[in-house]
């Protein structure tokens, strides 16, 4: 059980991590939370959810013998981690000028589970997490069968669902609840972090090779 709540946390805060950064998700979350107010972030994030489940479905079920190649394993971890610090090098540089900006541009009748698939397929770097990082965790919670598997979506899923429903409240209740300050230490941290288990999948991988 404990390995399966760290599973959990750590793809819950990689998650957090990820989703802290710019993209058409954000931005659509914060244009349309100005005018239809909190409840636009979860809204989103459920089409979003939907998106991810289909994907994982596929690759949960459709690369089984890829899964069972050691070097493959030792590619994505690889693969996986330097992608991870490129992202983490990306969140420290971005500090500085990193703020909340409340955009009012769009229209009101944006379906917002829609808008949540479309704006997700609209970031390449959606599909680069999911081919590398993603693709990576798969793997590791695939050893603990079904069971892994959910408890690493779970994570993954509550840090997307805690971060937008955060901007879309601070948005739509006013922006005194969440501060530009609070912004950058919060993309800090996680960068951090990020930086750490960049690291611990790179020895991993190279672990497999020279072991």
């Known amino acids: 059980m404990l390995t399966l709540l760290t599973l959990f946390f750590t793809s819950f805060v990689v998650a957090f991590?990820?989703?802290m950064m710019p993209g058409p998700l954000m931005?659509?979350?914060i244009s349309e939370s100005a005018m239809r107010g909190p409840w636009?972030?979860?809204?989103?994030?459920?089409g979003h959810a939907l998106l991810?489940?289909?994907l994982l479905i596929t690759l949960f079920f459709g690369l089984e013998p890829v899964f069972k190649n050691e070097?493959?394993?030792?590619?994505?971890s690889l693969a996986g981690g330097g992608i991870m610090i490129w992202m983490a090098t990306g969140m420290f540089r971005s500090i500085p000028t990193l703020e909340i900006?409340?955009?009012t541009t769009s229209s009101k009748r944006m379906n917002l589970y829609l808008s949540g698939i479309l704006m997700s397929l609209a970031n390449p770097y959606w599909i680069i997490w999911w081919a590398t990082i993603g693709l990576g965790y798969v793997m590791i919670s695939k050893t603990h069968g079904v069971?892994?598997?959910i408890f690493f979506f779970l994570g993954h899923i509550f840090g997307d669902l805690v971060w937008y429903s955060a901007i879309s409240f601070a948005v739509?209740?006013?922006r005194r609840f969440f501060s530009n300050r609070t912004y950058k230490i919060l993309v800090g941290s996680c960068a951090v972090f990020l930086l750490g288990f960049a690291v611990w999948l790179v020895v991993t991988g190279i672990g497999k090779v020279i072991g």
């Open 71 to 76: 070097w493959f394993f030792v590619i994505v």
């Open 101 to 103: 900006k409340t955009v």
């Open 52 to 54: 991810e489940i289909l």
């Open 172 to 174: 739509g209740k006013g």
């Open 40 to 46: 636009v972030g979860p809204k989103m994030i459920a």
């Open 17 to 19: 991590s990820g989703a």
């Open 147 to 149: 069971t892994g598997v």
């Open 27 to 29: 931005t659509a979350t």
